[in-house]
């Protein structure tokens, strides 16, 4: 069984958000499940604000589910939004998403849009785990 995750959003679009981790690596996002991040093991929680292209949340989710346990069940997918022409019914709701104040990226799971505005591997692989069950 395959789960198809599609985040549809501008590549190079800047979105700030917080980065819960306050060890200082900009790109280690499993900090607070992770025994390898010395501020999880020191039980220090204090994000601070920081900002990712959409482009380098993607990449980061691809690492992360490439090396999950659900690796095999995935099919993911990125398109830009920037002269996308929407036409499939999947990709009308996503326009539509948008057009209501919705901000990209928008993430649709097996056809239900998910998430908007940011990138979740925690929450995304929650999900497919779900459908999997």
Known sequence: ??????????????????????????????????????SARDGNSAGKLISRKTCDLYRNLKNFLEISDVAQNIELKFIE????????EEELRVKSTIEKGFSPPITVIDGIIRYYGGIS????YRDVKELLS
């Open 1 to 38: 069984m395959k789960i198809e995750i599609i985040i549809y959003g501008n590549k190079n679009s800047i979105l700030s958000g917080i980065n819960y981790c306050s060890c200082g690596n900009s790109s280690c996002f499993k900090c607070p499940i992770s025994s390898s991040c010395k």
């Open 81 to 88: 939004l920037k002269n996308f022409v929407f036409s499939t």
């Open 121 to 124: 591997n925690i929450l995304i």
